[in-house]
Nanobody, 122 residues
């Protein structure tokens, strides 16, 4: 069973930066992409950013231009560099890995990390 372990969360003031990391414990078979999600208190979990195995990236409008997702496939590690942080970025950030279903060919989220807290104060 693959485990995803996030690190790098913490408390910063508005305008500050943090870099999150997500390390996979083993090779993920049929991996087609990975992503960062976040969940603020009282809100639903939302997709922040994703990256395909080929390196194509996407971002939520709320973080576009401030956050950068990247991956080191050799080290099985996913990163999220967060700059110009705002209080509304406060949330628990989760790493997720998508795999391709053999029969349908579709990608679906199979693995989740335990989350890391990011708190941004005004």
């Amino acid at each position: 069973q693959v485990q995803l372990v996030e690190s790098g969360g913490g408390s910063v003031q508005a305008g500050g930066s943090l870099k999150l990391s997500c390390a996979a414990s083993a090779y993920i078979v049929s991996r087609c992409g990975m992503g960062w999600y976040r969940q603020a208190p009282g809100k639903e979990r939302e997709l922040v950013s994703s990256i395909t195995s080929a390196g194509a990236t996407s971002y939520a409008d709320s973080v576009n231009g401030r956050f950068t997702i990247s991956q080191d496939s050799a080290k099985r590690t996913l990163f999220l560099e967060m700059n110009s942080l705002k209080p509304e970025d406060t949330a628990v950030y989760y790493c997720a890995a998508d795999v391709r279903d053999v029969r349908s060919g579709r990608c679906y989220t199979k693995y989740w990390g335990q989350g890391t807290q990011v708190t941004v104060s005004a």
